[in-house]
């Protein structure tokens, strides 16, 4: 069995990666567990000084790590150099902050000494997707191995080349053999690894379906996980908001890496009598995007990165406008490409309302009144991000405490970043990356009594 890389503007095969067998992920195993012996008792100064190494490397070779991401997943390639600079930047936070977000903590109690340590608990497993195929790895990885742990990464099958790339850069940086792996794998043989001993606990990134099963799986085995799913984010426009400025930013959330992001803008709510001008920005932001080939500087949208993800979206646009939403610009398909697109009176019943959508459309969706607007933002499965435009910071600080999803963002892009937790509710997932409350996922958090 292989795995095909295909550049999505050309659906050309560039590559083709065999399956693992058996027997060489039973090795991997093996090798993980051997590693985890002597990585947990590294000091912090031995990991940061590694971590920092990576951290320069992915900057040394940017740009060919960027290629790679283009050509396999059809990313701009402006927009994959500044992944693999997020990147670094992540590796560098943790080489510096991992050892304070670890420390041990005094806890007074009727002991004569009594604290909290923070230990690793052995390999965890990553099963990442590919719309952001450098960072989503890199922001469990910085933190994981920073703390101890050793690391697995199951690569989505069409950014394969991209998951050796990392493995790698690993073993360049001077991490020690089987610190972290890569395993090119089917999901059929995901509930063998999890069960596996040196694995304790499994972060995935995808699917509320994948989510569902894998968090099944671990729990079958006793394992923790974390899942980080789907996402229908909203951006609630109120009449007093910066409309030229909400809406650049709106379309930029939804537009950027061919609006195949967890956290990108879904939902556009406007408020009372925000519509008009809010639909009028947005549409102008809208007509200066090119969709195209990524690896063209003038192109500011590549292709979606498979053919099937085109071709649901194109079905999700098509049913929205047949129950009552307004064609405005967009939504021509040819192959991965699809041309950035705006719907306006969407409500709820329609696909792109109630579904995720992942990819280049935008909906817009009328509120008489901020009450109004957090009914729709609530009125969905996921619970991921959100952002609110005001003028009015108050109010839109008092909103944002009634907003179910893991962050909202006032005037503000919705974005990952180290120093903050990210994660969602309700069929977004559970658990947080990134910042220390991300560190602490996958530790043994040990009470230790002096009596």
Excluded at 218 to 226: C, D, F, L, Q, R
Excluded at 333 to 357: H, I, K, Q, S
Excluded at 373 to 382: E, H, L, T
Aim: aromatic residues 10%; neutral net charge.
């Amino acid at each position: 069995m292989v795995f095909k890389s295909i550049y999505p503007f050309t659906l050309e095969t560039i590559a083709e990666y065999e399956v693992m067998s058996d027997a060489r992920v039973e090795t991997k195993l093996d090798q993980s567990a051997t590693a985890y012996r002597h990585w947990k008792k590294t000091s912090f100064a031995e990991r940061s000084a590694l971590m920092m190494r990576v951290a320069d490397l992915l900057i040394t070779h940017r740009d060919e790590y960027a290629m790679l991401v283009t050509n396999e997943m059809g990313k701009v390639l402006r927009e994959a150099k500044a992944e693999v600079e997020k990147c670094a930047t992540a590796c560098r936070y943790y080489a510096e902050h991992a050892e304070s977000f670890l420390k041990t903590v005094d806890q007074p109690s009727d002991a004569k000494k009594s604290y909290v340590t923070y230990d690793p608990v052995g390999a965890v497993l990553a099963i990442m997707p590919w719309n952001f195929p450098f960072w989503q790895v890199f922001r469990f990885a910085a933190p994981y191995l920073m703390a101890g742990n050793v690391a697995l990464l199951k690569h989505a099958p069409n950014v394969c080349g991209v998951a050796l790339a990392i493995e790698k850069l690993f073993l360049e940086a001077g991490f020690p053999k089987g610190v972290f792996q890569t395993l090119i794998v089917d999901i059929g043989i995901t509930e063998r690894i999890i069960d596996h001993d040196i694995v304790q606990g499994v972060t995935l990134t995808g699917s509320e379906l994948a989510g569902s099963k894998v968090g099944a799986l671990a729990g079958k085995a006793i394992k923790k996980s974390v899942l980080e799913l789907g996402g229908s984010d909203v951006v609630i426009v109120l009449q007093d908001a910066d409309m030229q400025k909400a809406a650049q930013v709106a379309t930029l959330s939804r537009m950027q890496n061919a609006g195949q992001s967890c956290i990108a803008a879904k939902r556009f709510i406007t408020v009372g009598k925000a519509k008009d001008a809010f639909t009028d920005a947005v549409q102008k932001e809208i007509a200066k995007l090119r969709q195209g080939n990524p690896f063209d500087e003038n192109i500011t949208t590549g292709p979606m990165a498979r053919i099937d993800l085109a071709e649901k979206l194109e079905k999700q646009f098509k049913r929205s406008i047949t129950k009552g939403a307004q064609f405005i610009t967009g939504g021509q398909r040819n192959g991965c490409n699809f041309t950035p697109a705006l719907l306006t009176n969407v409500a709820e019943g329609m696909a792109t309302f109630d579904e995720e959508v992942f990819g280049p459309v935008a909906s817009i969706i009328e509120a008489k009144d901020e009450a109004a607007a957090i009914r729709f933002a609530n009125d969905s499965r996921y619970g991921l991000g959100a952002a609110i435009w005001s003028a009015d910071i108050e109010k839109a600080q008092v909103m944002a405490k009634e907003i179910e999803a893991g962050g909202v963002f006032i005037n503000a892009l919705v974005k990952s970043d180290p120093r903050y937790p990210f994660g969602g509710i309700k069929k977004s997932g559970y658990g947080r990356e990134l910042s220390h409350f991300g560190i602490h996922e996958f530790m043994n958090i040990k009470t230790i009594y002096v009596g």
